[in-house]
């Protein structure tokens, strides 16, 4: 495999595949095999229930693909009697959120605790900022700016946010005005919410003698695409070993429902913005540059994907700035395999379910 310079140097193709093509591209790269991927993630379910001491386990389930495939793991590792589900909601929460998680529950036959957070929030001042404000008020505005922010911002937005929340760097100097005054607040308002979720799961858990589960994939976790100690932060995260990319395959194969699947990835922050909006690049083109630069799929793999030398080296600003994420205090799985740079990630040992280049899962 080349350097991550050479690969830069040669660049890649010209105009960018269309995300659908990209995600094709990278189920053919970075397949896993099915059925041994779902037994790695009944065990390590099963065996958080051992470590743990508690009867039960507890999760935020989102609507989204990644909770529900935790779901349907955790029932097949716990039965439908071990697992409780809470959907935690605001103003904020897309409607088609909540059907897709009803639809999940009753998939599996869970019961879906429903609740409220809007409350404690709103006294909080979690709305307050006049950018959060703004920003609810209409999807297609929200998408409107985000189209427009290589013409307002001199950094990728998510890149550039991310740096500055870096507690031990702080707002740069170099950040835009739209970064420092836009983004930031609205960045900072929703990761008190998602911590706010975390905090209300940790309560129930403690008080009813239950342990948690969270859903994050790997391809959240070396972007940053996570909110730090929040809701997708959690100690525990059966899936942070596997990419988005399989992820979707272990749906399909487990047959969470449709609406489920076709759903578009989205944060929960801003309405009308999805995953790939805010990252940049759509996740198989995101999922291939990381196995790149992993050791996995070879330079010349990934440029016949269609991965360019300026996605390498977005995903590689991606891994780098948000690299305070992932320092761990809390005793998590992901504690000492938290890297911090492209060297780190090359040399990461096997996560104890683990879809990347040295993780035994792939398929053939």
Request: with cysteine; proline share 6%; aromatic share 4%.
């Amino acid at each position: 495999m080349g350097t991550l310079g050479h690969h830069r140097r040669e660049g890649g193709i010209g105009r960018r595949p269309a995300p659908a093509v990209m995600a094709k591209r990278a189920a053919a790269l970075l397949r896993v095999d099915a059925d041994r991927t779902i037994a790695a993630l009944v065990e390590r379910v099963r065996a958080v229930k051992a470590a743990s001491d508690a009867g039960t386990a507890l999760m935020g389930l989102s609507g989204g693909l990644d909770s529900a495939v935790l779901a349907a793991v955790a029932v097949r590792a716990l039965g439908a009697g071990g697992l409780r589900m809470a959907y935690l909601h605001d103003h904020l929460t897309p409607d088609d959120g909540r059907a897709n998680a009803r639809a999940v529950a009753a998939w599996i036959d869970v019961p879906l605790e429903e609740s409220s957070i809007e409350e404690e929030l709103r006294a909080a001042g979690i709305y307050d900022p006049v950018s959060v404000r703004f920003t609810s008020i209409s999807v297609g505005l929200n998408r409107l700016l985000y189209r427009l922010r290589p013409l307002l911002t001199r950094n990728e937005s998510y890149v550039a946010a991310v740096q500055a929340e870096d507690p031990d760097a702080g707002p740069s100097a170099t950040s835009s005005f739209v970064v420092r005054y836009f983004s930031l607040p609205v960045s900072r308002s929703f990761a008190a919410r998602s911590i706010h979720r975390r905090r209300v799961l940790e309560a129930s858990a403690a008080r009813d003698g239950c342990f948690l589960l969270g859903g994050a994939n790997r391809t959240e976790w070396l972007t940053g695409w996570f909110r730090k100690d929040g809701i997708d932060d959690l100690p525990e995260q059966p899936m942070v070993g596997l990419y988005k990319t399989q992820v979707r395959q272990l749906a399909r194969a487990l047959g969470v429902p449709g609406r489920v699947r076709r759903a578009a990835p989205s944060p929960d922050t801003l309405p009308g913005v999805t995953d790939e909006m805010g990252l940049g690049l759509p996740y198989g083109t995101i999922d291939i540059a990381l196995d790149f630069l992993s050791g996995g799929v070879t330079k010349e793999q990934a440029i016949a994907a269609g991965v360019s030398a300026h996605d390498v080296g977005h995903v590689e600003r991606l891994l780098c700035g948000s690299a305070w994420k992932r320092r761990r205090s809390d005793g998590a799985l992901t504690g000492d395999v938290a890297p911090a740079d492209v060297h780190e990630l090359h040399t990461m040992p096997p996560l104890p379910v683990d879809g990347g280049p040295r993780g035994g899962l792939r398929a053939g």
